[in-house]
């Protein structure tokens, strides 16, 4: 039987869920060809046969042996007569078109059965179109492993692919990191590592997974970052880094992660919030890579851990509120330059201090920790604000064959709580000259969205997709 390792029961006890839009003609050929791919990804990791089991006092967590079948994992059903994909294209498939009965496949919302499914999909036919949703049990996999079995469908859904190429049983095997760290030769650190923290009253929220509420002050935004304008701002920082004679550089994701932390904190601040201090955003950081030997790429179970990153409260929120513009070009003096520099250098730093020997210290901590331990959380404290990127996930680019075509959009519904940006998988440009680049979603009180949308970086780099 499949196990999860010490890592995997660190999860939010949720689910790791999207939908994905696809245009479409010939739907009844593809229900049945995903079927019949979904029956090979099972055939490929049966665990998701297997339900999470959680234990009456909620400290203990494992897999169920299998008790399901391929027809408790696939639910379709018929919107053609109330959704147009051509519509909610035109609109940029806002998150409110995602809202029908049954288009969230069942037991993936609270309050949760327990077990609780590993898996569950579910088809939608539209007019034009369906909408494919997607849920994986977050203490089974996170977002890469994610769009790894997200990959081995779209394999097994092409013409002729009885087996999926590249895939390999170490993708499953969890064996991987828990033999590594929990043999008796191996000494555990002797305080708390970096990476980890005692849980608190705010993790306990974080781990429960969203509480389902309906508000009238909650609005759901997505927003476009071109991938042209995030070169060039990270062109132009990596220049002034340089003629600092400093030898480090920074990503076009960490430029984003600076902007949208300013905006956040400009978002949220008012007359009496303090502008003064710090603060200090989470993130999660994937280690496949940087273990010796790494995991593979596509290992299945969770493999990242969170960092944090800490600017002064008065940069980040003079960032968000200031610059010039004029016409289409934007002019950022060498003040903002400077700033903007430092906030996403700290955020490399951050990134970069998640090296093989942090994140042994930690999986070996957490498999020394005793049954009486105080409850573990990842990451260092921080003040509340998580940025999490699924840009790497990869879904445009799969190719699920002829029948069933390639994905349109990647889409959460509108969400039932306040929720800081999420970047949904990168959109590559395409051949008709569609740019490429990074949508973001969030969702805020009403008052707080118009606030984002009005701070400079949203402003001035950002193009508002939809709002639900």
Request: charged share 15%.
């Given at each position: ?61 494992y ?5 399901q ?8 059903q ?21 809202t ?153 994701g960490?430029?984003l ?31 496949r890579?940087r ?36 016409g ?25 201090s ?115």
């Amino acid at each position: 039987m499949a196990t999860l390792s010490p890592l995997d029961k660190l999860m939010p006890r949720g689910y790791v869920r999207q939908m994905f839009c696809f245009p479409s003609t010939h739907a009844a050929d593809t229900i049945n060809t995903l079927r019949m791919g979904l029956k090979g990804v099972v055939n490929d990791v049966p665990y998701l046969l297997s339900g999470v089991l959680i234990s009456e006092d909620g400290k203990h967590i494992y897999l169920s042996s299998p008790y399901q079948t391929l027809e408790d994992l696939y639910y379709e059903q018929d919107l053609s007569d109330t959704l147009d994909y051509a519509v909610i294209e035109a609109q940029n498939f806002p998150p409110s078109a995602f809202t029908a009965p049954g288009i969230i496949p069942p037991h993936t919302q609270p309050p949760f059965p327990n077990p609780a499914p590993v898996f569950r999909a579910s088809v939608s036919l539209v007019k034009g179109g369906f909408i494919l949703c997607v849920a994986v049990h977050h203490c089974t996999t996170d977002i890469t492993g994610f769009g790894a079995l997200l990959k081995i469908w779209a394999s097994r859904c092409r013409t002729g692919a009885s087996v999926v190429a590249g895939f390999d049983q170490s993708w499953l095997d969890r064996g991987a990191l828990i033999e590594r760290h929990s043999t008796l030769d191996v000494t555990a650190p002797p305080s708390m590592p970096r990476l980890l923290h005692v849980r608190g009253p705010d993790d306990y929220a974080r781990l429960a997974g969203p509480t389902s509420f309906s508000s009238n002050d909650l609005r759901t935004g997505i927003y476009f970052f071109s991938q042209t304008k995030l070169q060039a701002f990270k062109h132009v920082v990596n220049e002034h880094i340089a003629s600092q004679g400093n030898a480090g550089w920074v990503s076009s994701g960490d430029i984003l992660t600076a902007l949208l932390w300013s905006a956040i904190l400009v978002a949220e601040s008012n007359t009496t919030t303090a502008q003064e201090g710090t603060n200090t955003i989470g993130f999660p950081v994937n280690f496949r890579s940087r273990l010796s030997p790494p995991l593979p790429s596509d290992y299945l179970g969770a493999a990242f851990v969170m960092a944090a990153a800490t600017a002064s409260r008065t940069d980040l929120i003079s960032l968000g509120t200031g610059a010039a513009s004029s016409g289409d070009h934007v002019l950022l003096d060498s003040t903002s330059i400077s700033k903007l520099a430092q906030i996403a250098s700290t955020i490399r730093a951050s990134l970069r201090s998640v090296d093989e020997q942090s994140v042994r210290d930690t999986l070996t901590y957490l498999y020394a920790a005793s049954s009486n331990h105080p409850p573990i959380t990842l990451g260092p404290r921080h003040d509340g604000i998580s940025i999490v990127s699924w840009a790497d996930q990869g879904v445009y680019e799969l190719d699920w064959g002829d029948t069933v075509g390639r994905c349109g959009a990647v889409r959460l519904p509108k969400l039932a709580n306040k929720r800081y940006p999420i970047v949904l998988p990168r959109i590559p440009s395409s051949s008709n000259g569609d740019e490429g680049g990074l949508e973001v979603i969030v969702s805020f009180d009403r008052q707080v969205l118009f606030k984002f949308e009005q701070s400079w970086p949203i402003k001035q780099f950002a193009t508002p997709r939809c709002r639900s």
